[in-house]
């Protein structure tokens, strides 16, 4: 027996035994042995017996030891010499019998609730004390074959093997479990006896043998806790396992397993603060941390979870599969929108969780829950929707008592609440230390996809749409880390496969989505419904903690029902009170207040005014999506909140700057289709567009921005003439996957646009392609950098559009992946451009190794190409061999830069160098990280000592150790060079000093980087 149970022992027998002539009892000593049996009757102290009790109970394991009352309780103790144990002992059976009531005061025994004691009928004290060694032996299962059903069937814990003594109960009311539901518990109905049940404990004067021998007493109340559990288990296994996807939706359901998905829970503070693994966590903690008092408040935003997770719990106890959860005889789970300050619990489990027509007796379970309250479990959903507001603590029930722990103590409770409750559920009337405190934090970016996944489970390739939609967007990864909105996203591309680019349009589908099955709700009503529930919404919106419920008084006549008609209110069942309505979650709440303050503008502008000088006062970002949902397909209306904001910022807007993102979310929630306000257009476009690291939602408002002034026809002021401005358009580190396509077109309407550089923007082979299309009728764009996009392998899909941009002398190809079949796709439309030039050529970066061969002979007609980039990984010297050889007949020797860094050049420079000679114009040569040796290093020096332009030769990062001497005198003929870098490269102090005689006499040179070299002790 436990220190709990010990303490509730201890209690009931200081109860139990309050007067002098109570403390002694009848008790009959039986012997029986072959000859026959003789009885002894006498008297013994209550207190003996109840020792006895305790001693057997510890030799167990098992069992409840009741509170002995001689009025009430009759002491039997057989001995039996013909069956000793092992050890040789007499066998000793206790009967410890309640004696029939002399009144009616109790119904005729229900034999089905007060089952007679055999280990067919679970120890009391087993879902307290989960077996964990073999003092607790594990359910024996051929009593209770293997479910056919998908789900495990109830706590198999509470079904032991019966005795020969003790037939199982007839079966035949209890059936196999269907496929869809686990059976009920088989041992809540066992066969009956004639008499009043006996209470039978055998245990072995030896302990070590005593194993297999079981305890059963039961406690006041046991009935009515054997039946009230029956109940629930079936009620958490049946209806309340599925979880409704919309809550207006009666018919849109799926299974708790079907849905569920971990969620990211947090505990501690500063230091200490650390991640839970699931529910159970906070269940052990509490064990091990409050034995008396154990209480969790588990916070987290408006659809975060919690009401699943509590489902989840229930769920998880009724069928068995939580070993965590046995402990519990019975969990309640109680929904707080339907409790008031003076609400009771028993009051609340009958109202909410059991049938009307329930045998449970109310006093009974009452008395129970009072005796046994460390096998209760209490989930109270939602404190944040309490419906008392000024509590009077001289008016609370025992809801509230529980929770300030004037009752019930040792119960475990788990209470939910948003974070604006949690000091007013934290306070001195209410919860007070020690408790947990939990965080609900909803998803984390593993939980999305595996939620998506169980959601589109017989469609995978709807799920993986999806999940890539979300993942490019920051927006929708942002609202997919809240089950709720998750779930919104989920409903809607189940039905179109897609979804909408604006945050109003999205909300406004899911609003349609729901009343769309409704077929007898038209357009028209919803507006209306909208509009009206909005006006108590904006209460709530613009009130200090925003207020999220409403009592039904709240509504203007005839609108109740029309909510409810269309269900964006729904009704909870409150027995013995007028009924209650809940508004939606707090983005509809926020939805249908944007709706209603929309309406205002045409009729009432003032009262419009007045609550848009209120939310820019008190901070626009606060109410973001209030001002964008505003902003709906309404130009008038966006115009209006445009100016107020910007009549408000101080600042400049900028793509940098939260207030002119703002200002541009609410332009594209307008979906204007004229040319865009003037404040817009010159905060926003200037000669030059640097966008870097905008989120998805912020890319495509101001693609939609772009998109409105290209769309413009040519006049004056048109938008295309604003755009005309532009000549320098940069991109970077910007996820374009999504609105790539609606950027393209854009571009042509920059028709003085110079430079573009998509820098890292997550393009692939048919973004760029587009992009390529609409760049090529713009006569001026000399440059296009698409550094950082993985193309690789797409080459021929885009390299035609290449060849059409006529003007194009740059073209930067970095870090994308080519590989090269790829490089030659490139090279081969660019030979033949007449009167046109390739000034820059970099394919730094790329394993091209051993593929020079299959485009260099094209690279030759690049008439003007001055600089070329060669930098990479996995070149050989045979490329090198390839490369330079068509390139030195270049007209007019104009190649004056050349790149071939980190490339494995190491023994080959003599088949390569002599072609490096013909380029007279060179001046800058990078050789760094080319794994050159000494003899490399002389090739290359007597290679460029007649070049006349030489300025800059990079040797870094190669292995020159010792070598100085045999290649300085050829550097010494570098006459024009100003710039020798050998940093990292293993010189030692005498590698310094011929270096050093070498540079003396040139004439212009001025830097000499040794960085990174064991010079020490070598300076003098």
Same mark, same amino acid.
């Given at each position: 027996?436990?220190?709990?149970?010990?303490?509730?022992?201890?209690?009931?027998?200081?109860?139990?035994?309050?007067?002098?002539?109570?403390?002694?009892?009848?008790?009959?000593?039986?012997?029986?042995?072959?000859?026959?049996?003789?009885?002894?009757?006498?008297?013994?102290?209550?207190?003996?017996?109840?020792?006895?009790?305790?001693?057997?109970?510890?030799?167990?394991?098992?069992?409840?030891?009741?509170?002995?009352?001689?009025?009430?309780?009759?002491?039997?103790?057989?001995?039996?010499?013909? +069956?000793?144990?092992?050890?040789?002992?007499?066998?000793?059976?206790?009967?410890?019998?309640?004696?029939?009531?002399?009144?009616?005061?109790?119904?005729?025994?229900?034999?089905?609730?007060?089952?007679?004691?055999?280990?067919?009928?679970?120890?009391?004290?087993?879902?307290?004390?989960?077996?964990?060694?073999?003092?607790?032996?594990?359910?024996?299962?051929?009593?209770?074959?293997?479910?056919?059903?998908?789900?495990?069937?109830?706590?198999?814990?509470?079904?032991?093997?019966?005795?020969?003594?003790?037939?199982?109960?007839?079966?035949?009311?209890?059936?196999?479990?269907?496929?869809?539901?686990?059976?009920?518990?088989?041992?809540? +109905?066992?066969?009956?006896?004639?008499?009043?049940?006996?209470?039978?404990?055998?245990?072995?004067?030896?302990?070590?043998?005593?194993?297999?021998?079981?305890?059963?007493?039961?406690?006041?109340?046991?009935?009515?806790?054997?039946?009230?559990?029956?109940?629930?288990?079936?009620?958490?296994?049946?209806?309340?396992?599925?979880?409704?996807?919309?809550?207006?939706?009666?018919?849109?359901?799926?299974?708790?397993?079907?849905?569920?998905?971990?969620?990211?829970?947090?505990?501690?503070?500063?230091?200490?603060?650390? =991640?839970?693994?699931?529910?159970?966590?906070?269940?052990?903690?509490?064990?091990?941390?409050?034995?008396?008092?154990?209480?969790?408040?588990?916070?987290?935003?408006?659809?975060?979870?919690?009401?699943?997770?509590?489902?989840?719990?229930?769920?998880?106890?009724?069928?068995?599969?939580?070993?965590?959860?046995?402990?519990?005889?019975?969990?309640?789970?109680?929904?707080?929108?339907?409790?008031?300050?003076?609400?009771?619990?028993?009051?609340?489990?009958?109202?909410?969780?059991?049938?009307?027509?329930?045998?449970?007796?109310?006093?009974?379970?009452?008395?129970?829950?009072?005796?046994?309250?460390?096998?209760?479990?209490?989930?109270?959903?939602? $404190?944040?929707?309490?419906?008392?507001?000024?509590?009077?603590?001289?008016?609370?029930?025992?809801?509230?008592?529980?929770?300030?722990?004037?009752?019930?103590?040792?119960?475990?409770?788990?209470?939910?609440?948003?974070?604006?409750?949690?000091?007013?559920?934290?306070?001195?009337?209410?919860?007070?230390?020690?408790?947990?405190?939990?965080?609900?934090?909803?998803?984390?970016?593993?939980?999305?996809?595996?939620?998506?996944?169980?959601? !589109?489970?017989?469609?995978?390739?709807?799920?993986?749409?999806?999940?890539?939609?979300?993942?490019?967007?920051?927006?929708?990864?942002?609202?997919?880390?809240?089950?709720?909105?998750?779930?919104?996203?989920?409903?809607?591309?189940?039905?179109?496969?897609?979804?909408?680019?604006?945050?109003?349009?999205?909300?406004?589908?899911?609003?349609?989505?729901?009343?769309?099955?409704?077929?007898?709700?038209?357009?028209?009503?919803?507006?209306?419904?909208?509009?009206?529930?909005?006006?108590?919404?904006?209460?709530?919106?613009?009130?200090?903690?925003?207020?999220?419920? $409403?009592?039904?008084?709240?509504?203007?006549?005839?609108?109740?029902?029309?909510?409810?008609?269309?269900?964006?209110?729904?009704?909870?069942?409150?027995?013995?009170?007028?009924?209650?309505?809940?508004?939606?979650?707090?983005?509809?709440?926020?939805?249908?207040?944007?709706?209603?303050?929309?309406?205002?503008?045409?009729?009432?502008?003032?009262?419009?005014?007045?609550?848009?000088?209120?939310?820019?006062?008190?901070?626009?970002?606060?109410?973001?999506?209030?001002?964008?949902?505003?902003?709906?397909?309404?130009?008038?209306?966006?115009?209006?909140?445009?100016?107020?904001?910007?009549?408000?910022?101080?600042?400049?807007?900028?793509?940098?700057?939260?207030?002119?993102?703002?200002?541009?979310?609410?332009?594209?929630?307008?979906?204007?289709?004229?040319?865009?306000?003037?404040?817009?257009?010159?905060?926003?476009?200037?000669?030059?567009?640097?966008?870097?690291?905008?989120?998805?939602?912020?890319?495509?408002?101001?693609?939609?921005?772009?998109?409105?002034?290209?769309?413009?026809?040519?006049?004056?002021?048109?938008?295309?003439?604003?755009?005309?401005?532009?000549?320098?358009?940069?991109?970077?580190?910007?996820?374009?996957?999504?609105?790539?396509?609606?950027?393209?077109?854009?571009?042509?309407?920059?028709?003085?646009?110079?430079?573009?550089?998509?820098?890292?923007?997550?393009?692939?082979?048919?973004? !760029?392609?587009?992009?390529?299309?609409?760049?090529?009728?713009?006569?001026?764009?000399?440059?296009?950098?698409?550094?950082?996009?993985?193309?690789?392998?797409?080459?021929?899909?885009?390299?035609?559009?290449?060849?059409?941009?006529?003007?194009?002398?740059?073209?930067?190809?970095?870090?994308?992946?080519?590989?090269?079949?790829?490089?030659?796709?490139?090279?081969?439309?660019?030979?033949?451009?007449?009167?046109?030039?390739?000034?820059?050529?970099?394919?730094?970066?790329?394993?091209?190794?051993?593929?020079?061969?299959?485009?260099?002979?094209?690279?030759?007609?690049?008439?003007?190409?001055?600089?070329?980039?060669?930098?990479?990984?996995?070149?050989?010297?045979?490329? =090198?061999?390839?490369?330079?050889?068509?390139?030195?007949?270049?007209?007019?020797?104009?190649?004056?830069?050349?790149?071939?860094?980190?490339?494995?050049?190491?023994?080959?420079?003599?088949?390569?160098?002599?072609?490096?000679?013909?380029?007279?114009?060179?001046?800058?040569?990078?050789?760094?990280?080319?794994?050159?040796?000494?003899?490399?290093?002389?090739?290359?020096?007597?290679?460029?000592?007649?070049?006349?332009?030489?300025?800059?030769?990079?040797?870094?990062?190669?292995?020159?150790?010792?070598?100085?001497?045999?290649?300085?005198?050829?550097?010494?003929?570098?006459?024009?060079?100003?710039?020798?870098?050998?940093?990292?490269?293993?010189?030692?102090?005498?590698?310094?000093?011929?270096?050093?005689?070498?540079?003396?006499?040139?004439?212009?040179?001025?830097?000499?980087?040794?960085?990174?070299?064991?010079?020490?002790?070598?300076?003098?």
């Amino acid at each position: 027996m436990d220190e709990r149970e010990a303490r509730q022992t201890t209690t009931s027998q200081e109860d139990a035994t309050t007067t002098e002539e109570h403390r002694r009892i009848q008790v009959d000593v039986v012997t029986t042995d072959s000859q026959g049996g003789t009885t002894v009757p006498g008297t013994v102290p209550v207190a003996v017996v109840q020792q006895m009790l305790q001693h057997m109970q510890q030799i167990s394991g098992s069992g409840n030891v009741p509170t002995i009352n001689p009025t009430g309780y009759t002491v039997t103790i057989n001995t039996s010499r013909d +069956n000793p144990d092992q050890s040789g002992q007499p066998s000793v059976n206790i009967n410890v019998s309640e004696k029939p009531p002399s009144t009616s005061q109790y119904p005729p025994a229900d034999q089905s609730a007060n089952p007679p004691s055999s280990s067919q009928h679970p120890p009391a004290d087993q879902s307290a004390n989960p077996p964990s060694s073999s003092q607790h032996p594990p359910a024996d299962q051929s009593e209770n074959p293997p479910s056919t059903s998908q789900y495990p069937p109830a706590d198999q814990s509470e079904n032991p093997q019966s005795t020969p003594q003790h037939p199982p109960a007839d079966q035949s009311e209890n059936p196999q479990s269907t496929p869809q539901h686990p059976p009920a518990d088989k041992s809540e +109905n066992p066969q009956s006896t004639p008499q009043q049940p006996t209470t039978q404990q055998t245990a072995s004067q030896t302990q070590e043998h005593s194993s297999s021998k079981k305890v059963k007493f039961d406690s006041p109340g046991q009935d009515a806790a054997d039946s009230c559990e029956k109940s629930l288990r079936s009620l958490y296994m049946t209806t309340g396992s599925y979880v409704q996807l919309l809550p207006w939706v009666g018919d849109d359901m799926k299974h708790i397993l079907d849905i569920f998905t971990k969620l990211q829970l947090k505990t501690g503070k500063g230091e200490n603060e650390f =991640m839970l693994a699931s529910y159970e966590d906070i269940i052990l903690l509490l064990s091990r941390a409050y034995h008396l008092n154990p209480i969790a408040i588990l916070t987290g935003l408006a659809g975060s979870g919690k009401t699943t997770l509590f489902d989840k719990i229930a769920y998880d106890w009724a069928v068995g599969s939580s070993r965590v959860l046995q402990r519990y005889k019975l969990v309640f789970k109680l929904k707080m929108h339907s409790l008031d300050e003076t609400s009771g619990h028993v009051t609340a489990v009958f109202n909410q969780l059991l049938a009307e027509d329930t045998c449970v007796d109310k006093g009974r379970l009452d008395t129970f829950i009072k005796h046994s309250p460390m096998k209760v479990l209490i989930l109270l959903d939602g $404190f944040d929707e309490f419906k008392t507001t000024s509590l009077c603590e001289s008016k609370f029930g025992s809801i509230l008592n529980i929770l300030n722990r004037m009752t019930l103590r040792g119960c475990t409770v788990l209470v939910s609440t948003r974070p604006s409750h949690y000091d007013r559920l934290v306070s001195w009337d209410l919860v007070q230390e020690p408790f947990t405190h939990v965080e609900v934090l909803g998803f984390n970016n593993k939980s999305v996809p595996e939620y998506v996944n169980k959601f !589109f489970s017989h469609e995978p390739d709807k799920a993986k749409g999806l999940i890539d939609r979300i993942k490019s967007s920051d927006l929708l990864s942002g609202m997919a880390e809240s089950p709720l909105l998750l779930l919104a996203l989920c409903l809607l591309w189940r039905d179109d496969g897609t979804l909408v680019e604006t945050v109003s349009s999205l909300f406004h589908k899911g609003v349609a989505f729901i009343f769309k099955r409704k077929e007898d709700v038209s357009e028209e009503e919803v507006s209306r419904v909208l509009v009206d529930i909005g006006k108590i919404s904006l209460q709530g919106v613009l009130a200090p903690g925003q207020l999220l419920s $409403f009592k039904q008084s709240d509504f203007k006549a005839g609108v109740l029902d029309m909510a409810l008609k269309a269900g964006i209110l729904t009704r909870q069942r409150v027995l013995g009170k007028p009924a209650t309505h809940d508004s939606l979650e707090f983005i509809y709440n926020e939805f249908s207040a944007a709706m209603y303050w929309q309406s205002l503008l045409e009729e009432h502008k003032e009262k419009f005014r007045k609550i848009l000088n209120q939310v820019v006062s008190e901070g626009p970002k606060k109410f973001e999506y209030l001002l964008r949902f505003c902003c709906r397909e309404n130009e008038a209306c966006t115009n209006v909140i445009l100016k107020a904001l910007h009549g408000s910022c101080r600042e400049k807007w900028s793509l940098k700057s939260e207030m002119g993102r703002l200002a541009l979310h609410c332009f594209c929630e307008g979906q204007s289709e004229r040319l865009p306000p003037d404040v817009l257009i010159h905060s926003f476009i200037a000669d030059q567009i640097i966008i870097e690291g905008l989120d998805s939602d912020g890319l495509e408002s101001f693609t939609y921005f772009l998109k409105c002034l290209a769309g413009q026809p040519i006049k004056k002021k048109s938008g295309s003439t604003h755009l005309a401005k532009v000549n320098k358009l940069v991109v970077l580190q910007c996820n374009l996957t999504w609105c790539a396509m609606n950027l393209a077109p854009t571009m042509s309407s920059m028709t003085n646009l110079r430079s573009v550089g998509l820098y890292g923007c997550s393009l692939t082979g048919k973004h !760029f392609a587009k992009i390529a299309e609409s760049l090529k009728d713009l006569a001026k764009l000399v440059e296009l950098d698409l550094s950082g996009n993985d193309l690789g392998g797409t080459a021929e899909s885009w390299c035609k559009q290449v060849k059409q941009l006529k003007a194009l002398t740059k073209l930067v190809l970095v870090g994308c992946s080519l590989n090269g079949q790829d490089i030659k796709h490139v090279v081969e439309p660019l030979k033949d451009r007449p009167k046109r030039a390739v000034h820059e050529w970099d394919v730094s970066g790329y394993n091209l190794g051993g593929s020079a061969d299959s485009w260099c002979m094209d690279a030759k007609h690049w008439r003007t190409l001055t600089k070329m980039g060669w930098g990479g990984r996995s070149r050989h010297g045979r490329d =090198m061999r390839h490369g330079p050889e068509p390139l030195r007949d270049l007209p007019n020797l104009v190649l004056v830069e050349l790149d071939i860094s980190n490339n494995n050049l190491g023994g080959t420079a003599e088949s390569w160098c002599k072609q490096v000679k013909h380029w007279k114009a060179l001046k800058k040569l990078g050789l760094g990280g080319c794994s050159l040796n000494g003899e490399d290093v002389k090739h290359v020096a007597e290679s460029l000592k007649d070049q006349r332009n030489l300025v800059e030769l990079d040797l870094s990062r190669n292995d020159l150790g010792g070598t100085t001497e045999t290649w300085c005198m050829e550097v010494k003929q570098l006459r024009t060079l100003t710039k020798l870098f050998l940093g990292d490269c293993s010189l030692n102090g005498q590698d310094i000093k011929h270096v050093a005689e070498s540079l003396g006499d040139l004439p212009n040179f001025v830097e000499l980087d040794l960085s990174n070299n064991n010079l020490g002790g070598t300076a003098e």
